[in-house]
T-cell receptor
Framework: ETGVTQSPTHLIKTRGQQVTLRCSSQ?????VSWYQQALGQGPQFIFQ???????GRGNFPPRFSGLQFPNYSSELNVNALELDDSALYLC???????????FGSGTRLTVV | EDQVTQSPEALRLQEGESSSLNCSYT??????LFWYRQDPGKGPEFLFT???AGEEKEKERLKATLTKKESFLHITAPKPEDSATYLC????????????FGKGTKLTVNP
């Protein structure tokens, strides 16, 4: 059991650029969700994937998109980066959509 | 709209001074309520899952309880290493399955 791993740990991008964040789910977990956590705030739900299909989405614009692969790893893509996108991005995986979630350590994105 | 409110926002305790953190929630069809601990710059660490009113879970100095509208995280005789932000999270049902987080309670335990 390796837990949830995210890469990279830190990233600096320029406004208008695109970014891809990656997440390796805990072994056997078929559900993955992504969260944005601004400084001093609780995480905000972006979207969730279950067996490669999106099955829930929060209040984020379409420039936030994702993928889940057959091995249940996942990507979060953000296009046309804005300064307010600077945050800690967390990935969490679960055995099923109703179960407890294991979180990764996050990717700290800074947009300048 | 699903909502989670935690209080207080911040809490300072002396080592050994017991207290409770509150989480009140409104959600359509509760599937589960979770408590997580988060250290600065790190991902949340799972503590407890509660599914139904009246349920209680314990782990070392922590005890979580659940009613139909609230959950409490009781901390008995805390130690400095218990200092962290404690997050309350509810999972809505009805097909959305999304997790809704509170803003957290930042706990500081002084030696």
């Amino acid at each position: 059991e390796t837990g949830v791993t995210q890469s990279p740990t830190h990233l600096i991008k320029t406004r208008g650029q695109q970014v891809t964040l990656r997440c390796s789910s805990q072994s056997g977990h078929n559900t993955v969700s992504w969260y944005q956590q601004a400084l001093g705030q609780g995480p905000q739900f972006i979207f969730q994937y279950y067996r490669e299909e999106e099955n829930g989405r929060g209040n984020f614009p379409p420039r936030f998109s994702g993928l889940q692969f057959p091995n249940y790893s996942s990507e979060l893509n953000v296009n046309a980066l804005e300064l307010d996108d600077s945050a800690l991005y967390l990935c969490a995986s679960s055995l099923d959509p109703g179960g407890g979630y294991t979180f990764g350590s996050g990717t700290r994105l800074t947009v300048v | 709209e699903d909502q989670v409110t935690q209080s207080p926002e911040a809490l300072r305790l002396q080592e050994g001074e017991s207290s409770s953190l509150n989480c009140s929630y409104t959600v359509s069809g509760l599937r589960g309520l979770f408590w997580y601990r988060q250290d600065p710059g790190k991902g949340p660490e799972f503590l407890f899952t509660l599914y139904s009113a009246g349920e209680e879970k314990e782990k070392e100095r922590l005890k979580a309880t659940l009613t139909k509208k609230e959950s409490f995280l009781h901390i008995t005789a805390p130690k400095p290493e218990d200092s962290a932000t404690y997050l309350c999270v509810v999972q809505a049902g009805g097909g959305s399955e999304k997790l809704v987080f509170g803003k957290g309670t930042k706990l500081t335990v002084n030696p």
